[in-house]
């Protein structure tokens, strides 16, 4: 038996989220196409007959701009500390001025002695030939243990990079019961995935402003759930562009959240959205810790 725990880290939008959900086959972490939609540390457990691996999804590797960017960073280095194997993922399309900050973003990684797998994201995205040169300046960044070129979408080459990853994990037992797939209670999932919704509807500054908060999360005798959730904002302006006009953009996410949450749940939901205010919520270390950002 082995197993283990691996770190999944890059940069924003590289698909570490979606790598983890497609190993794990089921939606454990939300993914859109916002930088750092991750903000905490998510665990997903893979598992088989002879192998368990833990994989822990984390924030992008960026320069944090306020408290929460802060605890990201934290998230990031207490994610990486007493792991088996790291996976760095790099968008295979990657310009030409962007290799810097990668350089940047593994200078980090160089202070330990984990094996690191280079996983190169989107390869269904790109022509074959072009995925060559990119492969080469990438091996010239850092001397990685292994490179595996995925789609993490398709779920192309999954198989290569279990395989690989097997390779570095020590004997050992099972962490998690056979049938664990991730340690997120169910109201954090819920919460989760209502942001998601919020993340994918909005413009590109407000979505970064916003957190959610289950505020009742009960189950009926019939086997339906009744929930009420709170979308903080950071600005009053913002309160009226989420809701929309005639409450019709809140609707959508509540909409498109639900049928999510059904699916998470298997069973019937009652959703209310609530929009509230709490100015410049992301440097205030007490509401981050109330909301879970520890």
């Known amino acids: 038996m082995k197993s283990g725990f691996i770190a999944i880290t890059g940069r924003p939008n590289a698909g570490k989220s979606t790598l983890l959900n497609k190993i794990i086959g089921e939606k454990v972490a939300i993914v859109s ?3 750092q939609t991750t903000r905490t540390k998510i665990l997903g457990v893979h598992t088989e007959d002879d192998c368990q691996m833990v994989l822990i999804d984390t924030p992008g590797i960026h320069k944090p701009k306020n408290k929460l960017g802060q605890r990201m960073e934290k998230y990031i280095y207490t994610a990486t500390q007493d792991i088996d194997v790291m996976l760095y993922i790099v968008d295979c399309n990657i310009y030409d001025n962007e ?3 990668e350089r940047k973003a593994l200078e980090g990684l160089k ?3 984990v094996p690191v797998i280079l996983v190169v994201n989107k390869i269904d995205t790109v022509p074959k030939l072009s995925l060559l040169p ?3 300046k990438l091996k010239s960044l850092y ?3 292994g490179i595996v070129p995925v789609s993490a979408q398709k779920g192309n080459n999954m198989g290569e990079l279990l395989k690989e990853i097997r390779k570095f994990l020590p004997e050992g037992p099972k962490f998690f019961p056979d049938d664990t797939i991730t340690d997120q209670p169910e109201r954090q999932i819920v919460a989760e995935l209502i942001r998601e919704k ?6 590109q500054e407000i979505p970064h402003g916003i957190a959610v908060e289950i505020e009742k999360m009960k189950r009926r005798d019939n086997g339906t759930y009744e929930i009420l959730a709170a979308i903080y904002c950071e ?6 562009i989420i809701i929309g006009k005639g409450g019709e953009k809140l609707k959508q996410i509540g909409s498109r959240a639900r049928a999510d ?3 998470f749940l298997d069973s019937k939901v009652y959703l209310e959205l609530w929009v509230k205010v709490n100015e410049d919520w992301r440097n205030k270390e007490s509401f981050m810790n109330t909301m879970g950002f520890e």
């Open 111 to 113: 202070k330990s002695d």
């Open 261 to 263: 949450i059904e699916r």
């Open 143 to 145: 001397d990685f243990s």
């Open 33 to 35: 196409n916002k930088p």
């Open 134 to 136: 990119v492969l080469d």
């Open 198 to 203: 919020a993340l994918r509807l909005l413009n």
């Open 99 to 101: 290799y810097e900050s």
């Open 235 to 240: 600005r009053e302006s913002h309160k009226g």
